[in-house]
């Protein structure tokens, strides 16, 4: 398969997503975020998959040529700076360059808008060469660490 080329993007205001859309995207991030990262200590009130917070959000998907749902995340896109959360590329397809293609999506919906999002730490190198700057002090969240990042700010 040649992944690379294979999915394409679109995104949708939480009213406007399918219920088969809405159910994949939870799939994903239950898969990703409670199984894979085991992100399951609630004790601060953060980890909780199912918020109450994607009514608010337009959410970024990435498909296959059959409509699987591979990729997803969330934008804070009423509020200034804009903030992305929840993103996640389903196991079974990380590492075939979606979550690049997602980042490269957003850029072009965002329109150079400032944005910021709580990142996990392992990834910094990773999101730094797409433009994303650390900006604030190291903090544990679900139980791991995470950092403050922005960009076009
Ligand atoms: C982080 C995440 C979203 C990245 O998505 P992804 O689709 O795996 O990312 P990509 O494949 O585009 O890039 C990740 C790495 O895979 C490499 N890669 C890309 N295509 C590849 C391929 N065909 N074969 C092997 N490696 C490849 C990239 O070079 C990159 O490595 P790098 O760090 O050396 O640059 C995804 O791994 C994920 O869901 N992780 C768990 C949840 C998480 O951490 N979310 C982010 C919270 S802030």
């Given amino acids: ?7 394409r993007f679109s995104h949708y205001r939480f009213d406007d997503l399918s219920l088969v859309d809405l159910y994949d995207i939870l799939k994903i991030r239950s898969l990703v975020f409670n199984h894979q990262q085991r992100l399951i200590d609630i004790s601060d009130g953060k980890c909780i998959e199912i918020d109450g917070k994607d009514v608010f959000c337009t959410h970024i998907v990435g498909r296959l040529q059959d409509n699987q749902i591979v990729a997803t995340a969330r934008l804070f896109d009423r509020q200034s700076p804009l903030k992305l959360g929840r993103f996640a590329v389903d196991p079974d397809f990380q590492k075939h360059g979606f979550g690049t293609q997602l980042l490269d999506y957003l ?6 808008k400032p944005i910021e999002m709580d990142a996990q730490s392992y990834l910094i190198d990773w999101y ?6 650390v900006s604030g002090p190291e903090f544990i969240e679900c139980g791991i660490k995470h950092v403050r990042m922005i960009k076009n700010l």
Wanted: hydrophobic content about 35%.
């Fill in 128 to 133: 730094s060469k797409f433009g994303w700057s």
């Fill in 1 to 7: 398969m040649n992944a690379q080329s294979s999915v």
């Fill in 107 to 112: 850029d072009s919906i965002i329109d150079s």
